[in-house]
């Protein structure tokens, strides 16, 4: 029962497999490779159209990168508050732009859903910088599909952001550390979820889906990527045995693994949330779209579930709207599904959450 | 007949073994894992003290981290001329130290062996430092072994360079993307080529020696290592799934693989040169001391030998000292053996070469 | 009647003859002048302790200097939303400290302010930082003395942010871009405004004060200067005729013009504020406290003054609490004063204010 | 006597003045004043046509930020192994390019000339920049006018590394710090030592020509400027008060102020080196080109000169052919004349010089 993150787990056995059938042999190295050339044509198909693609083992890496090819060190990446990219990197995009500044957008909260940006705040960040050269220049938004609640942009709400983001003139990139999930979520194809909708960049995570450790950075204008091999070797993220990142990749393509991954880990997560709703007391701030969810439950469940060995993280309300937070005698608990979750995990957690359920509340027979 | 690099060929089968064996199950992230555990304690055996260790996916990442470790960045890390750190990893050293300055080390040629510094070069070096602040701060020295040129700093080299370093004040950093073959070379251990001889801080290589992607940082001074965790992480060399990497150091280890894979390569390296050195109009301008030789061949030697399909780089001879670089009608050649060249390739090269020589030679009967 | 700011202005004729009493002769280069020599010993002297001081030419220089001093490239510095570090220096923080994140403290507004940061803000930020090292690591924080808004410091609020900085392990700057200003308005001494309430630097900022282009990084925590004069050089800013620095340092001390230039640009202030406050439908959102004031004035007020030649920033009320903000009909302007403020200049467009308040007030004769 | 440098007199009493006539009144801040204005039209003109100019203070500045305007993060400046910029700077380049690197040019020595680098020489290492993207990308080219040791490259020279740099898709940088004093050396005009010989940037230095602070950042292609404010603004370059910085230019330019401070700095080394050479012993292995000389002296004179007071620089002779270098019993000293420096103070040098050997000849009479 430990739902703490979706990169607690191993990998996909077909990951494996696939690091096995690409050993042997030589190979041209620093990802000039057959199994790399072969992962950036089946992007190209999943994507319906021409894109460069770039490989690296870890989800920081390629968002960083991908705006360090979108902002001058003088540029100033537009994103979440909450974001990965500006909360949980360490200031790798600051480090890879050469010294850009992350500015969260304003007035999230309500208006955009947890953990998403929206248009009119987007529009008031943009119109809170002041004149050149006093200030940076503004030069890139970055959403993040799924967003670190777990809830999911719609087609219409990224094209918004995206129509404003290229009226100004910058860049739109999309964090897509579970961009499976959105995708299983919306029932959207992956063109329609990013150049359709204006993105021009996506980091694509397939590590928490099931890989080992790899992730794609998707340029869908092609000119962006002009000096990508240059930063992408000059962070250390080149790899010289390039041919198992590319494995991976394709690994994670064939029959369709990744979006399979991915649906069974909403899947779960619906389960789980859908379980634990039917318990007294418990209650979601925030709506369950993708493999991630935030029940807001009674001190006593909380301590309970931890007693019997269920592992999920306590999460800071900061990022709810007030009305939307726990209040005394209440939690906020993050819980994660993945790939590897199993029913029956989710059951044993919904079981004993019912049980202590019934146990603490007020007026039950306990 | 491929001798480009040890970077072309695959893993050996026991580090795929691992990886699986480490699959399934959850793990702490971010390499709290047990396996990455057992790999610094192990490695705390392997260097006979306490080390502080940190894994990462690759080398340019392993040099470029260790100088940022030991460089502030208005500092000057001092180093070959021809080193990786030099010009093989585009700035990233300059990048993750926040622009410190490389300084190729003067005077390496003849007095100190082709790749390596030496301490009379290094002495020459530092004095050219002018004063503070309008110099930058000589803050660390860097050696390579086994140097790019295959060649191997003996104990007493290296302890030369240490004590010169040490008493400017600098930090010694060693690039051993192919540690293990200079060990099996100098049949040290690895506590003597490195801390008992002045080594501060150590890149351990394994990509090139058999594992599919790791590399270890290792601190023999562990307070240097107070924030590496920051810079790792602010890098992007952080992993969500660390036992991966875990698993595949302890496979490297298991067994003494790693220095059984380093000593069959640098076995077929002296099988290669014993047996070109045999051909008419063929030398040996540096010596082959690891899995790298260099020699000069007839440019119609080596057409022969690309012709029929073997695979190796020419190489630029600026490196040599003059009085050794090829003349008229000769090429200097790059030939490079790993734990996966076998004797038969080696001797299918030999034999054509000797073949072709025989034909090509003045006065032969071809 | 141009309030636009206190850096249109010329220099105080005492600046420009220090200059030339500096002419002539040699000087020893790079600040080892006497001049220099003698603005570090006054500065000790009007700080009651042993400073460590280094002249620059500009505000973002001194600041952003300051800064790296503090702050790792992994770290953060916390400072007000509108803090000139933050929107006004291009990023000149985040390039000198080589990649650190500028965090604004929450919840400033009311509880603190306008323009200040609170105690309460501080401590909800501070604990908003996650676990390293996915988070960056709080290191500094940063006040402006004199604010933004022309607000100042007390000595208690002052003290509150040092007790919870220090205990945090962080060190804490002041932008003193105007100091003096703040001083007069205090009525405190320099040692009571900085180190006595817990300064660890300080930029001192003489230019909008009178001079032409000096500025003074004060540490009073000397060690923490051990590697500046490497930052200092690397950044552009040591002068070769550094006597030029020192000169003009010296003239401000002399006399304490620095403290007459200030106490009277604040009294041209409180005097415009008076003035101002005397028409029908002006309002002052934010206490006068230093040299500039924010007067919220009739649409039709704001109109008239401008067709009269007056000039002034008309300003985002972003900053103000939503209760304070202007409503329909009126605009926030923001007027600074300056040492070469006139009582005449300040009266003229107290006058016309007055008139124009007369002819557009409702009922009046018209 | 004091000949360490011409950075260490003060200013020419023109520009004082002017810095008086811009005194008073309010002016536009950051650059936007008349006097700026009237600088940049000026320097139009001077150059015989369109350029876009950035004033800042300092000649670090103006190399730094010139070299970021032309050398991405993963770029590399070619220059002279002992430029201001590679060893003067303390890695200012590096920070303001955001970790580009400083590669010296080879082979300089005889063929190019002291100080110089020569088109073979660059050519050379250009030809030694390996494969994209393990090597930094060749971006600039950077030569000093007049260089270190005081020589001048002809227009031919400047012509053939143009040339060289441009079918190269290079940028070339010309350090100007003592522009004036090669422009008087070589009698050509600005336009002909710049833009039409192939310069694309120019960092124009007046500070140790006669001003108190101030050098041009001078580009001939107008679009390599688009983003420079940026530039300077967030390296704390940007003054507030601006006009100061301007009026400094103005008066340097007026009645060819420029070039007459210069041609006097050069008359006075001229007379000092004929002076010296008429010494028995003396000899210049560098030619006297503008206002610096390095005399090889009979050490016993070089101590004679400093018991009387004379004070310059003995330098290290690593930078000449060894063939050039001073022998047993000598020593090399560098010696520097500015727009100060008096007839007078040369000829009592000399005539101390000629006194002294007269008394330390061998089988002279003391």
Not at 109 to 133: N, Y
Request: aromatic share 8%.
């Amino acid at each position: 029962m430990n739902f703490t993150s979706d990169n607690i787990v191993g990998v996909s056995p077909a990951v494996l497999h696939a690091l096995g059938e690409a050993n042997g042999g030589t190979a041209v190295s620093y990802g000039h490779d057959e199994w790399t050339g072969r992962a950036e044509k089946r992007l190209c198909d999943v994507f319906e159209r021409e894109v460069k693609v770039f490989l690296v083992a870890t989800g920081t890496a390629a968002n960083a990168l991908s705006l360090a090819a979108l902002t001058p060190p003088y540029g100033a990446v537009l994103c979440h508050e909450e974001s990965h990219i500006n909360v949980d990197e360490c200031g790798a995009p600051e480090l890879f732009t050469g010294g850009a500044k992350l500015v969260p957008v304003r007035e999230h909260g309500r208006d955009a859903g947890a953990g998403k940006i929206g248009a009119r705040g987007l529009e008031a960040t943009l119109a809170s910088f002041g004149g050149a050269p006093h200030n940076v220049k503004a030069a890139a938004v970055s959403i993040t599909q799924a967003t670190e609640y777990g809830t999911v942009y719609t087609l219409d709400e990224i094209a918004a952001i995206a129509d404003l983001t290229r009226r100004n003139g910058l860049k739109l990139h999309m964090d897509g550390a579970r961009f499976a999930n959105a995708l299983a979520s919306l029932n959207a194809s992956p063109a329609e979820m990013t150049w359709r909708s204006g993105i021009d960049v996506l980091s694509l995570g397939f590590t928490k889906n099931g890989a080992l450790g790899v992730e794609a950075v998707v340029f869908f204008d092609p000119p962006l990527a002009d000096d990508f091999m240059y930063l992408r070797k000059r962070t250390g993220h080149l790899w010289s045995k390039g041919r198992f990142l590319g494995a991976q990749v394709n690994a994670m393509l064939d029959d369709d693994l990744w979006l399979r991954n991915a649906a069974h880990a909403n899947a779960m997560a619906r389960r789980l949330a859908q379980g634990l709703a039917s318990c007294p007391g418990v209650r979601f701030p925030v709506p369950v779209e993708a493999n991630a969810l935030f029940p807001i439950l009674p001190s006593a469940l909380d301590r309970r579930l931890r007693e019997v060995g269920a592992c999920f993280y306590q999460w800071s309300p900061g990022g709810l709207d007030p009305s939307d937070r726990p209040g005394p005698g209440e939690v906020l608990a993050r819980m994660v599904t993945s790939f590897a979750t199993t029913a029956e995990e989710v059951d044993a957690l919904v079981n004993t959450a019912r049980a202590a359920s019934l146990a603490v509340e007020p007026g039950g027979a306990g």
